[in-house]
């Protein structure tokens, strides 16, 4: 089985400092990582999502977001946030165990952004 | 260019009636999902559908059923609604197994009172 672990339900930052969510997953087969972002009343939209190769990822919006196998992390981050990148942020697992259809979820990061 | 189209948008039951909820996507996706998202919960599988004539239950199916009508479309109904199936549902589809992103609905808002 999968799981996926965001360590932070919010994170409230100040315009233009610097951010990172963190998300730590568990399989015991190689997987493929995404992140995903909800604005208010929207559907979800991706980031970003590391399928294989470079473990620095980059994505929409100017995020970034780092694969590490030995600490079995995925942490999203960006230099520098806006007002606009206030948003709920989802990191998934998908691909693990068998389950390659399954996208499985983390509970959320509300992202607040304040100026 | 849609992508997934859920309908309706919002609805309202009271405890015991039954609705169906309608999804359909036009990128020729084989795999298709219902999820729901509760605060604090974030989105929990209900069914998924790898491919055209397939699905199977997810993290959280009690009280719901699909029916994968086609490559197209996949639905998901309450035979009896509960007040604990007010959530908002989100239906997606991607492309292969997993190694591909899944895009989005717009998401239905059910209230059941």
Redesign the interface.
């Known amino acids: 089985a999968q799981s996926v672990t965001q360590l932070d339900s919010q994170v409230p930052v100040f315009e233009e400092a610097p951010v990172e969510l963190r998300c730590n997953y568990s399989s015991s087969v190689s997987v493929y990582l995404f992140w995903y972002v909800q604005y208010p009343n929207q559907g979800l939209q991706l980031l970003l999502k590391y399928l294989s190769g470079s473990t620095l990822v980059k994505g929409i919006n100017g995020f970034e977001a780092e694969f590490n196998k030995s600490q079995t992390s995925f942490h999203l981050r960006k230099p520098s946030v806006h007002i606009s990148d206030t948003a709920e942020n989802f990191c998934a697992v998908s691909g693990g165990g068998g389950s390659n259809y399954k996208l499985t979820f983390g509970k959320g990061t509300l992202l607040t952004v304040n100026p | 260019n849609a992508g ?1 189209t859920q309908t309706p948008k919002f609805q309202v039951l009271k405890t015991g009636q039954s609705m169906t909820l309608q999804c359909a996507q036009d990128m020729n996706h084989n ?1 298709m ?1 219902w ?1 729901r998202q509760d605060p ?6 209900i069914y ?1 559908s ?1 491919s055209e004539g397939t699905t ?1 239950k ?1 993290e959280v199916p009690n009280g719901y059923n699909v029916s994968r009508l086609n490559k197209r479309e996949f639905s998901l109904r309450l035979e009896s609604a509960a007040p604990s199936q007010t959530s908002v549902y ?1 239906c ?1 589809s ?1 492309g292969r ?3 591909t ?2 895009f ?4 239905t808002r059910l209230t059941v009172v």
């Open positions: 997934v795999s999902y999820y604090g919960m974030g989105l929990r599988l998924y790898a199977d997810g989100f997606a991607s197994q997993g190694s992103e899944a989005f609905g717009q998401g």
